[in-house]
T-cell receptor
Framework: NAGVMQNPRHLVRRRGQEARLRCSPMKGHSHVYWYRQLPEEGLKFMVYLQKENIIDESGMPKERFSAEFPKEGPSILRIQQVVRGDSAAYFC???????????FGQGTRLTVV | QQQVKQSPQSLIVQKGGISIINCAYENTAFDYFPWYQQFPGKGPALLIAIRPDVSEKKEGRFTISFNKSAKQFSLHIMDSQPGDSATYFCAAPSGSARQLTFGSGTQLTVLP
């Protein structure tokens, strides 16, 4: 049983470009969470999705950031017009249900140059 | 969003010693408290979790102690090994029970 799969592992974007981060949850998991980790800091919640629905996006910046979890395919975190401050590690986690253990992927390390 | 306060920020332990990391959380009615282990360049890995109907849970060398009345829980690593050197995060669910609030992390170094 494969774990949570994230790709790409590393992503370099120039300021103003778009970044697309993908996450495939563990088999049987229908709950997906995105977290951001800045260097030497903890993980900060961004958004929680179930299939085709955004349940909680209270941690998501109001502009430039969006997320989706379509009926088919991976969850996507999209960052438009990236800025240097977006450079961070972005982690996806999945769980079987709300309030059950969440398992993390290896992350996508975004560098904005 | 509730806060989770984790201490110490860094910890150095000799091989074979006991590592203790503490976390305190704010009011919550929800029912699991996980610890995650993260190695450099890797994602957090679920280490052990506890539900508040028990005061202690042990898995191998790792033990969680939970004090519901004090809203505190701690991770004990017995017989610490150099391979345990990593960053450890405690977490607690938010009021909606649909997201984790993480502590700031403890960087553990186990000296050989």
């Amino acid at each position: 049983n494969a774990g949570v799969m994230q790709n790409p592992r590393h992503l370099v974007r120039r300021r103003g470009q778009e970044a697309r981060l993908r996450c495939s949850p563990m088999k049987g998991h229908s709950h997906v969470y995105w977290y951001r980790q800045l260097p030497e800091e903890g993980l900060k919640f961004m958004v929680y999705l179930q299939k085709e629905n955004i349940i909680d996006e209270s941690g998501m910046p109001k502009e430039r950031f969006s997320a989706e979890f379509p009926k088919e395919g991976p969850s996507i975190l999209r960052i438009q017009q990236v800025v240097r401050g977006d450079s961070a590690a972005y982690f996806c986690a999945s769980s079987y249900g709300a309030n059950t253990e969440a398992f993390f992927g290896q992350g996508t390390r975004l560098t904005v140059v | 969003q509730q806060q989770v306060k984790q201490s110490p920020q860094s910890l150095i332990v000799q091989k074979g010693g006991i590592s203790i990391i503490n976390c305190a959380y704010e009011n919550t009615a929800f029912d699991y408290f996980p610890w995650y282990q993260q190695f450099p360049g890797k994602g957090p890995a679920l280490l052990i979790a506890i539900r508040p109907d028990v005061s202690e849970k042990k898995e191998g060398r790792f033990t969680i102690s939970f004090n519901k009345s004090a809203k505190q829980f701690s991770l004990h690593i017995m017989d610490s090994q150099p391979g345990d050197s990593a960053t450890y995060f405690c977490a607690a669910p938010s009021g909606s029970a649909r997201q984790l609030t993480f502590g700031s992390g403890t960087q553990l170094t186990v000296l050989p």
